[in-house]
């Protein structure tokens, strides 16, 4: 129930709106909403990070809506993180749209829209489809199979792990969620491959079938990438079914220190696929990114594919009873003529007799199958105790790799406390870290659940040495005596040792389901802008709506009336350039004598500031207009026109820090 409600909300969140990526616009040439005299020579789009492109990553729509024939859009010399297209040298006038869409380093697409004039604004501007940025049904399901990936991924690494490091008393349990995992990474990471073109296309999934979009996935990074994780688990398999075997006697077969090597290099291999291809390979510090996103993906696997294990092996076993009394009718599991069988190893076989007289036999670890079922298999107490306590240490020094690698890896995707509030990534960031809390406050219990085991199954064991001391010490018929009575008192521990693996069983499957919701929060993350990127950005996405202002003014004349659209770039605290056009009564560029333009802002008594404007032929403008203070600025025009009239307007314009 926590797998499927994990995957319920996943379909919720990542439906809900087109997919964020770490690439983020930092600014564009021509600006947003500017007014041009004359056709730009070509379109250039800067981006916070480095980006590649796709088969017509660029789309201008002209005044009438038709789509304007551009240069092939390149990469800027020498500037991975700028795209630039050239475009005809006669445009008509009226307002175009150029409509983007780009994939970021850490493989996420992007896109958007602005719009741009030509002598003058256009009356309406033409329309890109108001859709989302991806196809839904191809976003849900390329979000689906990278929660599957990572989920497999930490389902094999973990039960491989535990099986390796913890030496479960009997590994049968772990063949079925090592085989389960090995398939669903290797059936998602296919899904992946395969939507990989259309989820940078934003198409639906039949576009997956054209061989033209398979051949460019597979000679762009993220496929070399899910090829490289498709090979990699061709060897995972082999040394998969290495680790399930068992030794000659029936017991679980310890992997060798060259075997155990070969399992480390291929989860970090693994690792890697996913580092790779996120937020880690791009932007700041990124080698230390990348071991960092390897360390922690890894440490998530060892925790929650090993509580799932643990989980496994706990409801899958139960401890041996304590050897019953020699008695003439035989119990179960005693032969005819007394015999009593021991639990381990393949086949039964009778052991030396004992003290009573009575041999013992062994009986095969592996599970019995009854009317209700499969039933547990039976193991000593102090075998499972002791995979109980090794899990316990490992797990800890997990969730303290988790912690640092955590701790740097949010640090380097906020970059400010704010983040946290005022971008998507630092409120998901914050809802992941309840979940951890929560997660955390399990495995604390699931350590008291542990402690507890340990202490009661000590107690077993150190009752059943002295029934074996006694018994070896006394005579024949105080040997059976004696034998009787302390494995009484096992048989009184025993209710207690139950109840506390009742408690663990509980506290491991709380740890599971919230495990599951961590990595569906996870998944999502790593689809979101990060918060560093987006304050990177929002200079440019909010400076021509901050900085582009229209003060509209009278002419004179009975009803005409002009204006001038005034644009600060960027719009912020210190220097900017400004570009001043007036525009006449029919929408087109006017020339006058003379256009000033001041700036104050009242609350702190500055100003006014004489933004000092000079003709630049069609446009005034001047590139050294310095704002010392963020506020909400007071904007003064004064339009001469005539060489006796001149008419002055103001507004008010927000200046950012």
Not at 37 to 44: E, V
Not at 98 to 104: D, E, Q
Not at 317 to 343: H, I, K, L, V
Request: hydrophobic share 45%; with cysteine.
């Amino acid at each position: 129930m926590a797998l499927l409600g994990a995957v319920v909300v996943l379909l919720l969140l990542g439906g809900a709106g087109p997919a964020a990526a770490h690439a983020a616009l930092r600014g564009a040439d021509p600006a947003d909403g500017s007014v041009l005299k004359s056709p730009p020579h070509a379109i250039t789009l800067t981006f916070t990070e480095s980006v590649g492109l796709l088969d017509g990553s660029f789309r201008l729509l002209g005044p009438d809506g038709r789509r304007v024939r551009t240069g092939e859009a390149r990469h800027a010399p020498g500037r991975s993180d700028t795209v630039r297209a050239t475009v005809p040298r006669k445009l008509d006038q009226g307002t175009f749209v150029l409509a983007w869409r780009v994939v970021s380093a850490d493989s996420h697409p992007v896109s958007g829209a602005y719009t741009f004039s030509v002598g003058r604004p256009s009356p309406a501007a033409a329309t890109v489809g108001s859709g989302p940025a991806e196809d839904p049904v191809t976003g849900s399901l390329y979000d689906l199979a990278r929660w599957a990936a990572y989920a497999a991924a930490a389902l094999v690494i973990g039960t491989a792990v535990f099986a390796a490091a913890c030496r479960p008393p009997d590994p049968g349990p772990l063949r079925r969620p090592l085989v389960a995992g090995w398939w669903a990474l290797l059936a998602s990471t296919v899904v992946l491959l395969v939507l990989r073109a259309p989820y940078e296309t934003g198409a639906g999934p039949a576009a997956a079938f054209d061989p033209s979009a398979l051949s460019r996935t597979l000679t762009s990074r993220p496929g070399v990438v899910l090829l490289a994780r498709l090979a990699l688990l061709l060897p995972a398999a082999a040394f998969l079914v290495r680790l399930s075997r068992r030794g000659r006697d029936g017991s679980p077969a310890r992997p060798t220190p060259a075997a155990s090597a070969v399992g480390a290099a291929l989860a970090l291999a693994l690792a890697l696929t996913w580092a790779a291809a996120e937020h880690a390979s791009a932007g700041l510090q990124v080698p230390v990114a990348m071991a960092s996103s390897i360390l922690h993906l890894l440490a998530m696997s060892v925790w929650l594919g090993g509580l799932t294990a643990l989980l496994m092996t706990l409801r899958r076993t139960r401890p041996a009873d304590p050897e019953p009394n020699p008695d003439p009718d035989p119990a179960p599991g005693e032969g005819e003529t007394g015999e009593t069988y021991r639990t381990g190893g393949d086949t039964p076989s009778p052991a030396p007799a004992t003290a009573a007289g009575t041999a013992t036999k062994t009986v095969p670890a592996a599970t019995a199958t009854t009317s209700r079922g499969p039933e547990p298999a039976r193991v000593p107490h102090p075998a499972l105790a002791a995979t109980v306590a090794r899990f316990s240490r490992i797990a800890f020094a997990a969730v303290g790799v988790l912690v640092a690698t955590g701790v740097y890896q949010s640090w380097r995707g906020l970059g400010s406390w704010t983040a946290f509030t005022d971008t998507s990534y630092g409120r998901l960031l914050l809802l992941k870290l309840a979940a951890v809390t929560l997660l955390l406050t399990a495995a604390g219990q699931s350590r008291n659940w542990t402690a507890r085991l340990l202490t009661a199954d000590a107690d077993v064991a150190a009752d059943d040495a002295s029934a074996t001391a006694g018994a070896t010490a006394a005579d024949d018929a105080s040997a059976a005596s004696a034998g009787a009575s302390p494995t009484h008192d096992s048989v009184a521990d025993a209710p207690a040792s139950d109840t506390y693996r009742r408690g663990l069983r509980r506290a491991v499957l709380a740890e599971v389901g919230l495990g599951a919701a961590v990595l569906v929060i996870s998944t999502v993350l790593t689809g979101t802008v990060p918060g560093r990127a987006a304050a990177e950005a929002s200079p440019a996405a909010a400076g021509p709506s901050a900085s582009v202002t229209w003060i509209p003014f009278d002419l004179g004349t009975s009803g005409a009336r002009g204006k001038v659209q005034i644009t600060l770039l960027p719009g912020r605290v210190g220097e900017n350039t400004v570009e001043a056009v007036v525009l006449g009564p029919d929408g087109g560029v006017s020339t006058v004598p003379e256009l000033r333009l001041s700036l104050s802002l009242p609350a702190r008594d500055i100003g006014p500031i004489d933004a000092g404007l000079t003709d630049k032929g069609g446009y005034w403008g001047t590139d050294h207009l310095t704002l010392p203070i963020a506020g909400t600025w007071t904007m003064k025009a004064t339009v001469r026109v005539s060489e006796l009239d001149q008419v002055s307007e103001s507004r008010k314009v927000r200046i950012s820090g």
